[in-house]
Structures are given as structure tokens and as C-alpha cells.
């Protein structure tokens, strides 16, 4: 099994910053694709941002320019920095990793608790 860990979420007034980060843990024997999702209610679960083991990364056309993700293959850990956050940024923050579990050799997807961002006007 594979474990997500995500931190980092809170209250912040409207152009403020927040950095998100979720580790992963576990039976771990590669990790592919990590990525953010944010969800609302009554929403559908939505891709903010996603990024390759290679590097590679694709953002959400309404966070381009503000919000940037990065990990650290060593620590098995993804980040998401928020700049410029909006009132309409506010939902919970899910970390999802592509992962290849060590005993198995069999690829998932697994999903963090969630954090909540709420970014106040």
C-alpha cells in the first residue's frame, strides 16, 4: 500500500501565497505522474496541476502564471506553490500519485485526505 500525506493548507486573505506539499510512503517501488486536484461542492474533482518523474508539467488554464508545482524524487514528495491566490481558489486540495507498488508491480492511483485552502476577499 501507498500512503499521501498532504499539508500546508489554511486560511489567507485574497493575493496571498500558501505551499501545499504531500509525501508519499509506503510499498513504494516507483512513483510516475504526481499531481493536485481541488474540489468544491457539488463540484466535480478537478486537475489544478500535474507533473512527470521526468519534470514535465501541465497547469489549469486558471492557475497558469500562479501556481507552480514541483517535486523531489528523493523524498518522494510533490509541492504546489499558490501565489496570487483568488476567493474562487478556495476548495479542498487532493494529492494524487501514479504508483507502482514494490510487492506487486502493479500501478495505482492513490489519493491524500485533502487540505483545505480558503482564501478569503
Known amino acids: 500500500q501507498v500512503q499521501l500525506v498532504e499539508s500546508g493548507g489554511g486560511l489567507v486573505q485574497a493575493g496571498g501565497s500558501l505551499r501545499l506539499s504531500c509525501v508519499a510512503s509506503?510499498?513504494?517501488?516507483?512513483?510516475?505522474?504526481m499531481g493536485w486536484y481541488r474540489q468544491t461542492p457539488g463540484k466535480q474533482r478537478e486537475l489544478v496541476a500535474a507533473?512527470?518523474?521526468?519534470?514535465?508539467?501541465n497547469y489549469a488554464d486558471s492557475v497558469k502564471g500562479r501556481f507552480t508545482i514541483s517535486r523531489d524524487n528523493a523524498k518522494n514528495t510533490v509541492y504546489l506553490q499558490m501565489n496570487s491566490l483568488k476567493p474562487e481558489d478556495t476548495a479542498v486540495y487532493y494529492c494524487?500519485?501514479?504508483?507502482?507498488?514494490?510487492?506487486?508491480?502493479?500501478?495505482?492511483?492513490?489519493w491524500g485526505q485533502g487540505t483545505q485552502v480558503t482564501v478569503s476577499s
Open positions: 507533473i512527470s518523474s521526468g519534470g514535465s508539467t
Open positions: 509506503g510499498s513504494i517501488y516507483r512513483i510516475n505522474d
Open positions: 494524487n500519485a501514479q504508483a507502482v507498488e514494490r510487492s506487486t508491480l502493479s500501478a495505482h492511483s492513490y
